[in-house]
């Protein structure tokens, strides 16, 4: 009775298993992603996924649509391990109109996949707006931005990093670009344009959330440096971190300065020469 009670309780055991299995090892049998939810005329779309079960020399099909336009199509090489990437130009006569467009990977009639991506011809601040931002007892320097996918709630100065900090409101996915003058923030090293470090994160009083973020020097000037910077829905912070921003020692500061001096160099000629009167 005793061993057919340990039997009963393996084949108990083994069945529970197999019935696990299929959920534990259950995939999608193709998947596709971009390397960026947002592009703009002159990326580079990067289109990338994973097949779970590939059929040797089968290649896959990846079609890019905007509406119902096709915009370009390349059949992609399959690796032993199932995995597929491409790059495609955003350029060109096809890639002309602003929105969404769509990715569609075709490998078998059981096995098509699609995602999607924003694309904007144009990047350019021009008709930006401008943020001020204050300097402590200072007055104010203005920064220009557009920003697709949420809003600028506040810019301030960490004087302590040499950054900006960006406070945002997103509803989605989306795209920053700030124009920073030279004058008051600027990364600068040995005489020439150093690069800045772009940190974002959700929470800004825990520094361990924030990554390093890649971006785009899209515009520079000699007066000014243009950042496009990619966010994500949840992002709520950007610290851009340069080698200088405007002191808190500002202008205003400078001019009492220069007053107090003064005064006090006249003050002191004035006893000088009441002394040997």
């Known amino acids: 009775m005793y061993y057919y009670r340990i039997i009963s309780i393996i084949i108990f055991t083994v069945g529970i298993t197999l019935s696990l299995t299929p959920s534990i090892y259950a995939a999608d049998p193709i998947s596709i992603?971009?390397?960026q939810n947002l592009y703009n005329s002159g990326d580079t779309v990067v289109v990338f996924g994973e097949i779970t079960q590939p059929l040797p020399g089968l290649p896959i099909t990846l079609q890019i649509y905007h509406e119902d336009n096709l915009i370009t199509v390349a059949q992609v090489?399959?690796?032993?391990?199932g995995s597929f990437a491409k790059d495609f130009s955003a350029s060109g006569p096809f890639w002309t109109n602003d929105g969404i467009y769509i990715v569609r990977g075709f490998y078998t009639a059981d096995k098509i996949v699609e995602t999607n991506f924003e694309f904007y011809k144009n990047v350019s601040i021009v008709d930006a707006s401008l943020f001020p931002v204050?300097?402590?007892?200072s007055g104010t320097f203005d920064v220009?931005?557009?920003?697709r996918g949420g809003e600028i709630i506040d810019i301030t100065i960490n004087k302590d990093h040499n950054s900006l900090i960006l406070e945002l409101a997103t509803n989605s996915n989306g795209e920053l670009v700030v124009k920073l003058p030279r004058t008051s923030f600027d990364s600068i090293k040995n005489g020439g344009d150093d690069i800045?470090?772009?940190l974002i994160g959700n929470d800004k009083n825990d520094q361990e959330n924030f990554v390093q973020a890649p971006y785009d020097e899209i515009e520079t000037g000699s007066d000014f440096r243009s950042l496009r910077i990619n966010f994500e829905k949840d992002d709520r912070w950007v610290e851009i971190i340069g080698t200088y921003v405007i002191p808190?020692?500002?202008?205003i500061a400078i001019i009492i300065l220069v007053a107090a001096v003064s005064s006090a160099i006249i003050i002191s000629k004035s006893k000088i020469s009441f002394r040997y009167y």
């Open 144 to 147: 220009g931005y557009s920003i």
């Open 77 to 81: 090489e399959v690796a032993l391990d």
């Open 196 to 198: 800045f470090i772009i």
């Open 248 to 251: 808190e020692f500002g202008s």
């Open 134 to 137: 204050n300097i402590p007892n």
């Open 33 to 35: 992603s971009t390397s």
